[in-house]
């Protein structure tokens, strides 16, 4: 008991701070956020009028008097309410896209500038779901669910005490429904948290699965998994359904019974209309705005009640976003080196993605200018070790430390990036133009630039072959391209960079001999020269190195120089 007590305690400290983070968040938004509240709450008491001018007609259609008047008044009431209805529908889509695009690009930069690591662990299908369902549950939330749950609460008490100052009685009946819906309410929100969470769960499921089958197709075809993945999809489907078909019961349920509160209340205030009619006591008219109040007394209590599930939503979807938006960035600081001639002290490194030691003591010290190889069997720990230098795992023990020919030094740190080149392993490159690909390496590299990279990297003959050259377009991970011809692409985005420190991760692996001497000899010709860790499996490029590194758990380095 309490254990349970404690849990939800915790939770609602919780959702709580999930609540503070959506204030904070909305804060540059509040004024328009208030406009709309304002014009919505403009046409509440534009309906309001039109139930008391509604009162006056049918009063005046027996009489006579000021019928035209009254008529007009309304009609008038009518085109504007439906005037400020529309503008208020552009100005709620306009808000939303805001809204939830601030949402969705303040994580998105959270991401791209978060633990690699950290970020990795979560699966690119849930990201999106975040990125997408969750920050639009949000922003609906802010822009539509709040503003109406504040809106339903003043529409309760002025509706109220309008009622009220006709009949006292009446008014009382009519707020009978309250504890029917606050309780429904309240035991709804609470079961309506726990399949909310997973819902959002197998949505995530099912959008990974969808992203993922989609991006390996090959992979689906060649094995011949489409009826796999077929019905695959279609299970991860059903058990989303399973869950939101469990939670639409659940609303339902609760809907029923406040349905039935909300009859049993008209119906009370209909023979009690009737009866004060039949006694003589109250016109036509009076009795059509008791039943309309009635009606309206009701109706927000009810919408109220109905707002629970959806706020429960909102915060199980902040969350989520929270989680993301709580990760640790990783640290960058200012960069001191002075020249480009960089190497890099590695002192008693050790490290292990798990309990299992993947690196154990290493220590070498990498010399600026030096081109150093990086052999060991596969999956021994080679790019790895080259992740740790880049700063992607930071789990680690021991000192890596940059420094240049000036003694300047500076600590391995995600800034240090601006000082490396990276070809890493496997096929990297993104969908759209060479020449978008070639200019990630230098996003303000010029046309001349781009050609000499990829003169060096031996990719500049089969580019000026294809019909469009450099504005060829490419697929996802390079299709449309040989591997080589990817590979090569890779090389010059990484070239054109003149970064000081170059790494190359099995760089050639697709090569030919004769294109893998091509490169070599481009990057041995590239100006300024960069301090090179070249990761291989190939001997024929050993000799153009100074030293090797050889990882066996243990890091042994052995000087190449004397073998040449
Ligand atoms: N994210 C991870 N979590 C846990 N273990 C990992 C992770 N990434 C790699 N490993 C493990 O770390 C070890 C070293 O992997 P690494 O990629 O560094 O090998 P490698 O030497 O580059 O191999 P290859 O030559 O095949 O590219 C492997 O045993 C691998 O299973
Ligand atoms: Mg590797």
């Known amino acids: 008991m309490a254990t349970r007590v404690k849990e939800l305690w915790a939770d609602r400290s919780n959702q709580m701070h999930y609540f503070k983070w959506l204030l904070s968040y909305s804060k540059p938004y509040a004024g328009r956020i208030i406009l709309k509240m304002l014009m919505e709450l403009g046409v509440t008491g534009m309906s309001l009028t039109m139930v008391a001018y509604s009162k006056r007609i049918i009063d005046s259609a027996t009489t006579g008097n000021k019928f035209v008047g009254f008529l007009i008044v309304y009609v008038c009431l009518m085109i504007a309410m439906l005037f400020v209805e529309n503008i208020l529908g552009l100005i709620n889509t306009v808000l939303n896209e805001k809204y939830s695009f601030g949402i969705r690009l303040q994580v998105y930069n959270k991401i791209i500038r978060s633990n690699w690591t950290t970020v990795e662990k979560y699966h690119t299908g849930d990201l999106m779901t975040r990125l997408t369902s969750d920050a639009g549950n949000v922003a609906d939330g802010i822009i539509n669910t709040i503003p109406q749950v504040i809106r339903l609460v003043i529409e309760l008490v002025v509706v109220f005490f309008m009622l009220f100052s006709y009949s006292p009685m009446l008014a009382c009946l009519g707020l009978c429904v309250a504890p029917v819906a606050g309780i429904a309410s309240w035991w709804l929100g609470k079961k309506i948290t726990k399949l909310q969470v997973k819902v959002q769960e197998s949505e995530a499921k099912y959008r990974s699965f969808l992203q993922e089958s989609l991006a390996n197709l090959l992979i689906v075809k060649s094995f011949r998994n489409e009826n796999y993945a077929s019905e695959r999809l279609t299970e991860l489907r059903e058990n989303r359904f399973h869950w939101v078909f469990k939670k639409t019961k659940m609303s339902m349920a609760s809907s029923v019974a406040m349905s039935l509160a909300f009859q049993i209340g008209y119906i009370t205030a209909f023979a009690y209309g009737a009866l004060l009619i039949y006694r003589g006591e109250i016109t036509y008219g009076t009795m059509t705005v008791f039943l309309t109040l009635v009606n309206r007394v009701q109706a927000p209590v009810m919408g109220l009640a109905q707002k629970v599930p959806l706020i429960v939503m909102i915060l199980a979807s902040a969350g989520r976003i929270i989680e993301l938006q709580n990760i640790e960035m990783e640290p960058v600081s200012e960069n001191t080196l002075e020249s480009r001639e960089i190497g890099v002290k590695i002192d008693d490194l050790s490290f292990g993605y798990t309990d299992e030691t993947i690196i154990e003591d290493a220590s070498v010290d990498i010399k600026p200018g030096e081109f150093m190889a990086i052999v060991g069997e596969s999956g021994i720990g080679k790019t790895t070790l080259v992740r740790i230098m880049m700063s992607f795992l930071d789990k680690y023990s021991g000192r890596i430390t940059y420094y240049d020919d000036k003694g300047n030094t500076e600590n391995n740190n995600a800034g240090m990036r601006d000082y490396i080149s990276y070809v890493p392993q496997g096929n990297t490159l993104f969908s759209g133009t060479i020449r978008e ?79 893998e001497q091509q490169v070599i000899t481009g990057l041995m010709n590239l100006t300024p020269r960069p301090t090179c860790v070249i990761i291989t499996h190939r001997k024929s490029i050993l000799k153009y190195c100074d030293r090797q590194l050889l990882i066996d758990k243990k890091v042994q380095c052995v000087d190449l120089r004397g073998e040449r």
């Not at 500049?460 to 390079?478: A, W």
């Open 437 to 515: 690909n070639i200019r990630m390496g230098k996003v303000d590299a010029t046309e001349e630039e781009m050609l000499e990279a990829l003169k060096l990297s031996a990719g500049y003959d089969f580019v000026m072959s294809l019909p469009k050259g450099l504005d060829t377009v490419i697929g996802e991970r390079g299709f449309g391209l040989s591997e080589g011809q990817a590979q090569r692409i890779s090389i010059a985005r990484a070239f054109i960079r003149k970064a000081p420190f170059l790494i190359l991760d099995e760089a050639t692996s697709a090569l030919d001999e004769g294109t």
